[in-house]
């Protein structure tokens, strides 16, 4: 079978394997319903890793799910609501940019920075001058 990959998973469940063989599909959907039904009707799925056509293609899984999601040209705001995987800077970046927000669960490793005070109070010493203020860890 084509694009057939060695994936891993994560599991607390000591019976599951730690790889098993599959596709690694991206699928985005939109919400539908009321507050007793909700459902997700998909709206564009693909395999994105497995199949190989050519070795200079160095997208990420990111960029791929980027290049999907503008592909639907969807003009008004929305929510992307995704796993905490696509909680990074590249994709925050591309939906802000063009006015969307993203709902996601933070990495264990996420760091948020504090702005860099006023520039003028601070003593010029040697150095590169710093670019943030104090870190604050977002998964507590």
Known sequence: MPAVKKLHQESG??????YFFGHFCQVIAVLLG????IFAVPLISRIHEGVVFTNRNNRTLLDKMIEMLMSL??????????DAYYATGKIVTALLST??????RVKENAVAYMPQ????????GRGRPKKYGGKVHLNL
């Open 34 to 37: 009321r507050m007793k039904s």
């Open 73 to 82: 040209d969807i003009r008004i705001p929305y929510y992307f609501v995704a």
């Open 117 to 124: 005070g006023d520039k003028k109070e601070e003593k010029r």
């Open 99 to 104: 006015g969307n927000h993203l709902i996601s």
């Open 13 to 18: 469940l000591n019976f599951k394997p730690d």
